[in-house]
């Protein structure tokens, strides 16, 4: 059974950073494609960025690029985001997702999910 757990979530002041770490387990990630996703409190899921199982291309969200930093570590089983530059608006759940098909910011595309992980800006 997949299973996916995000960490590194928490309380940081606007213009600090942050990095959350997505484990996986039950499944060797190396040939799968990975996301974060977000969602603020009253909003629906968005997503942030993505990452490519072979060379590891990246592409993120308007509201991500030049602050956040998609990567992956196969060897441990675990993708990253590193986040800086952070902004009140930045406060979200965020979710890690596997992609056994394509790299994708459409959630349908997801096999599985995390559970999340709080990040809240304080201005």
């Known amino acids: 059974q997949v299973q996916l757990v995000e960490s590194g979530g928490g309380l940081v002041q606007a213009g600090g950073s942050l990095r959350l770490s997505c484990k996986a387990s039950g499944r060797t990630i190396s040939t799968d494609n990975m996301g974060w996703f977000r969602q603020a409190p009253g909003k629906e899921r968005e997503f942030v960025a993505a990452?490519?199982?072979?060379?590891?291309?990246?592409f993120y969200a308007d509201s991500a690029k030049g602050r956040f930093t998609i990567s992956r570590d196969n060897g441990k089983n675990t993708m990253y985001l590193q986040m800086n530059s952070l902004k009140p608006e930045d406060t979200a759940i965020y979710y890690c997702a596997l992609s056994r098909a394509g790299l994708s910011p459409l959630e349908r595309i997801y096999d599985y999910w995390g559970q999340g992980t709080q990040v809240t800006v304080s201005s």
């Open positions: 990452i490519g199982w072979g060379v590891g291309a990246t």
